[in-house]
């Protein structure tokens, strides 16, 4: 079964910056794409960004031109980078990755933008 291991959240001033890290248990050449969601309190569970194969990205709307979703594949690493971050970028950021075998998720890590 592989694993996903979220890292690189944590508390960040408004206007700051963070680099997400997905680790995978095997070659992200597996997957067939893979992305990032977030879930705010009191609201549900939002796709923020996505790579598939051949490295096409989407993204929502609310990050377009702030965030960046890349791979890594000699580490068997995603990275979503987060720039000129906002109080509304708070959640629990997931990552995700869908194979032939199913979807698999990372246990989630905490960004909250402060001041």
């Known amino acids: 079964q592989v694993q996903l291991v979220e890292s690189g959240g944590g508390l960040v001033q408004p206007g700051g910056s963070l680099r997400l890290s997905c680790a995978a248990s095997r070659t992200i050449f597996s997957f067939y794409d893979m992305g990032w969601y977030r879930q705010a309190p009191g609201k549900q569970r939002e796709l923020v960004a996505l790579?598939?194969?051949?490295?096409?990205?989407n993204y929502a709307d609310s990050v377009k031109g702030r965030f960046t979703i890349s791979g890594e594949y000699s580490k068997n690493t995603v990275y979503l980078q987060m720039n000129s971050l906002k109080p509304e970028d708070t959640a629990v950021y997931y990552c995700n990755g869908r194979s032939r075998i199913g979807t698999a998720w990372g246990q989630g890590t905490q960004v909250t933008v402060s001041s």
């Open positions: 790579i598939s194969s051949g490295g096409s990205t």
